[in-house]
C-alpha cells in the first residue's frame, strides 16, 4: 500500500492542490491530506473548517483521507504509514523552497521521500495567499476554488459577494 501525505496549510484548499491531488491519486494508493498547524502564522479559516472543505471536495474519492497535524511534517508522515510526501511546483521560487524543505526532511528521516508535481498552466498563478486576499477585498472567486466552497466564503462574509465582475 503506497500512501503519501499532502502537507500544507490548506487555507483554504484551491483548485490548484487539488490538481495536485487528483494526478497524485494516479501514483499513490492513498492521499492523506495533513492539514498542518502553523504556530507562527495566523490563519484566515480555522482549521475544523480547511477539514471540512477538503473533505467535501473528496467526499466522492476514499482514497483520499484528511487530518489535521501539528509538529514535524516527517514524523506525521510516519506515524500514520506515510511512505512517501507529495508537493506540487508551481515556478522557481517554489523549487528553491521545496529544496530546502526536502533536505530538512532527509536530514530528520532519510526513509521518506518527496515526490514533486509541476502544476498545470491553468493553476499555477493560485496560491491560498493571493485567495485570501482576493477574499478580503472582494474579488470573484469562481475558477480558483470550487463552488461549494466558495459559497461557504460568501456566506461567511456578509457582502461579500464579488464587487467588480470581469
Ligand atoms: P505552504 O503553506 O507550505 O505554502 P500550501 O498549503 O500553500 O503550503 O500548499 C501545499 C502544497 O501545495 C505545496 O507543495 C504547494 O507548493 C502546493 N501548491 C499550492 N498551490 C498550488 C498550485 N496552484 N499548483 C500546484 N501546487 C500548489
Redesign the pocket.
Known amino acids: 500500500m503506497k500512501r503519501a501525505l499532502?502537507?500544507?496549510?490548506?487555507?483554504p484548499?484551491?483548485?490548484?492542490?487539488i490538481?495536485?491531488i487528483r494526478r497524485g491519486l494516479a501514483l499513490f494508493d492513498e492521499i492523506v491530506v495533513g492539514i498542518?498547524i502553523?504556530t507562527s502564522?495566523q490563519a484566515m479559516f480555522p482549521p475544523q473548517q480547511r477539514l471540512q472543505w477538503i473533505e467535501e471536495t473528496f467526499k466522492e474519492e476514499p482514497r483520499v483521507k484528511v487530518r489535521i497535524y501539528t509538529g514535524l511534517t516527517v514524523r506525521f508522515a510516519r506515524e500514520i504509514g506515510a511512505q512517501f510526501i507529495?508537493?506540487?511546483?508551481?515556478s522557481a521560487p517554489?523549487y528553491e523552497?521545496?529544496r530546502n524543505?526536502d533536505l530538512l526532511n532527509k536530514y530528520l528521516d532519510n526513509g521518506i521521500e518527496t515526490f514533486?508535481?509541476?502544476?498545470?498552466p491553468e493553476?499555477?498563478?493560485?496560491?491560498?495567499?493571493l485567495v485570501r486576499e482576493v477574499i478580503r477585498f472582494h474579488g470573484h472567486l469562481e475558477g480558483l476554488l470550487p463552488p461549494h466552497i466558495i459559497r461557504d466564503i460568501y456566506a461567511i462574509y456578509p457582502g461579500g459577494k464579488p464587487i467588480s465582475q470581469p
Open positions: 499532502f502537507p500544507g496549510s490548506f487555507d484548499i484551491t483548485n490548484g492542490h490538481e495536485i498542518g502553523n502564522k507529495l508537493r506540487g511546483l508551481r517554489d523552497y521545496e524543505i514533486y508535481l509541476l502544476s498545470s493553476t499555477s498563478f493560485v496560491s491560498s495567499t
